[in-house]
């Protein structure tokens, strides 16, 4: 179950997440670590030496699931002694933002800043040790291979790199984050002592002060469940034709690509000239590559011009069309904020079902609903120029029946 803000946490301690499950922590060398839903993870070895920084020695181990790590100044000063341990492989740093996704026969890692060396366990690697692997055995992957994987199979002698066409397979895919955790990973920490082995949490809202020892964090927030997503299929919308050529484009995962009409072959629309924004486990938001030139200020008033939306009944199982109407978007640049606003209507229904939502617009045009004040969950994104936004929502109405969708928005 959650914890409450300020439970400290020491070497040793086992972290688990459910279904809906998020936690993220601060640690006390002022690095950053998120587990996303489904995951175990425990905390080895957790000792920062604030006078000596390069003396940190850290060791943690992933068991399943998803974990995002952000060094901190310890970590970053001693990275001949940090180590990451998944039942596949050993993973060391070289200065790293990076994700992992691992299971008992593969772990996966997505690179933001910096570079990872991944290696499987042999004579010469071992899970107790703490210093990086070396030897022929070894594969490093850096941030400059953007939408890149480094993936080790289960019995395999070395990782492999993969490219674009596996984009389904990002860490940040198969769970991706909350808003909150891109808040966080900006937070400053001004209390870690490095004497004591400890991490503790708040809510991001939370009044508690940060003591000698102790330092700010996120507690578990629920979020619903993500599948993992397969491949990719372009599904054309059934409303409105857009005039002019956009820059955000949408489809179905193959999970549920026979489920309803206006199917059509996969298209491919990913490759080097676009990338994988958001997903959730019905739907990919694909967006044009380009450098981002968002306006710095104003308000602006969207009108839909395009959707798809189901009403999903028996697990997802069964789709039905529905419609929207009363679609409103208004985003605040300046604020970095968004408000939306739609009805949803389905001939399951008895009558339309308000749906609305707020927000935060991040600096890459990635948007993200505030959990705590919107009725569903949201994931979407600005084009590059800010002209255009796209939005994936999901929310679940009943045991039985869940609402899914796209919307197209433009200004």
């Not at 995951?39 to 974990?67: C, W």
């Not at 000698?212 to 409105?240: F, G, H, M």
Request: aromatic share 6%; hydrophobic share 35%; proline share 7%.
């Amino acid at each position: 179950m959650p914890l409450p803000p300020g439970t400290p946490l020491l070497e040793g301690d086992k972290l688990l997440t459910g279904v809906n499950g998020h936690i993220h922590i601060r640690t006390s060398d002022e690095g950053f670590l998120s587990i996303r839903p489904g995951s175990m993870a425990t905390i080895e070895i957790y000792q920062f030496d604030k006078d000596h920084p390069e003396n940190t020695r850290i060791r943690l181990q992933l068991t399943k699931g998803v974990m995002r790590s952000i060094s901190g100044k310890g970590a970053q000063a001693a990275k001949q002694q940090f180590r990451l341990n998944t039942p596949v492989a050993a993973i060391s740093i070289r200065g790293t933002d990076f994700s992992v996704f691992t299971s008992g026969e593969v772990t996966r890692i997505s690179v933001r800043e910096g570079g990872v060396a991944m290696s499987p366990f042999n004579a010469s690697c071992t899970a107790e040790a703490l210093a990086p692997c070396q030897g022929s055995n070894v594969m490093a992957l850096f941030a400059d291979k953007a939408q890149r994987l480094l993936q080790l199979e289960q019995g395999s002698a070395k990782p492999v790199i993969l490219d674009r066409a596996t984009l389904h397979l990002l860490p940040e895919t198969i769970a991706p984050p909350l808003p909150e955790e891109n808040l966080n990973t900006t937070a400053k920490n001004n209390s870690a002592d490095g004497k004591r082995k400890v991490l503790s949490r708040k809510l991001p809202s939370a009044n508690a002060s940060s003591s000698e020892d102790k330092n700010l964090l996120s507690p578990q927030i629920p979020e619903p469940e993500q599948s993992t997503i397969q491949a990719l299929r372009s599904v054309p919308s059934p409303e409105a034709t857009i005039p002019v050529a956009p820059q955000l484009h949408w489809g179905r995962w193959e999970k549920y690509a026979s489920l309803a009409e206006h199917n059509t072959p996969p298209l491919g629309l990913l490759g080097d000239d676009r990338e994988l924004v958001v997903a959730n486990e019905m739907f990919g938001l694909v967006r044009d590559r380009s450098s981002i030139s968002l306006p710095e200020r104003g308000r602006f008033d969207f009108r839909m011009a395009a959707q798809e939306s189901y009403l999903l009944n028996g697990g997802g199982q069964v789709l039905t069309p529905a419609t929207l109407d009363n679609a409103r978007l208004s985003i605040d640049f300046a604020r970095h904020w968004f408000e939306t606003q739609f009805n949803f209507n389905a001939p399951l229904l008895s009558q339309p079902v308000p749906f609305h939502a707020v927000g935060a617009v991040n600096g890459d045009g990635r948007m993200y609903s505030e959990l705590f004040k919107s009725n569903f969950t949201l994931r979407g994104a600005l084009s590059n120029d800010g002209k255009e936004a796209a939005y994936l929502f999901n929310r679940r109405l009943a045991d039985s029946l869940t609402a899914s969708g796209v919307i197209h928005w433009q200004r």
